[in-house]
């Protein structure tokens, strides 16, 4: 059984930083693709940034220069460092792994992690 972790969400005023943490632990034969999405009450989930296992990365518009997204293989860890965040970063923050395990090739969520930015 694969899980996915998150850890790391809080609360920050506007302009501040927070980096949130996705270790996934189980039996995962090939970890693929990892990112983070996000979702705000009332709309859709969208993607943030995603990172390939090679380590090219994927970032939304509105975090561009503002969100790096990095990964540790070793430790099977994604993580997102959330710099200059605004109002409007505040939401749910999922991760997303695209891996191989014990059942085969899929996709997996973890619980979500709430980002509040706010003064």
């Known amino acids: 059984q694969v899980q996915l972790v998150e850890s790391g969400g809080g609360l920050v005023q506007p302009g501040g930083s927070l980096r949130v943490s996705c270790a996934a632990s189980g039996s995962i034969f090939r970890m693929d693709a990892m990112g983070w999405y996000r979702q705000a009450p009332g709309k859709q989930r969208e993607l943030v940034a995603a990172i390939t296992s090679g380590g090219s990365t994927n970032y939304a518009d509105s975090v561009k220069g503002r969100f790096t997204i990095s990964r540790d293989n070793a430790k099977n860890t994604v993580y997102l460092q959330m710099n200059s965040l605004k109002p409007e970063d505040t939401a749910v923050y999922y991760c997303?792994?695209?891996?191989?395990?014990?059942?085969?090739?899929?996709?997996?969520w973890g619980q979500g992690t709430q980002v509040t930015v706010s003064s």
């Open positions: 997303n792994a695209e891996l191989a395990g014990a059942l085969g090739f899929s996709d997996y």
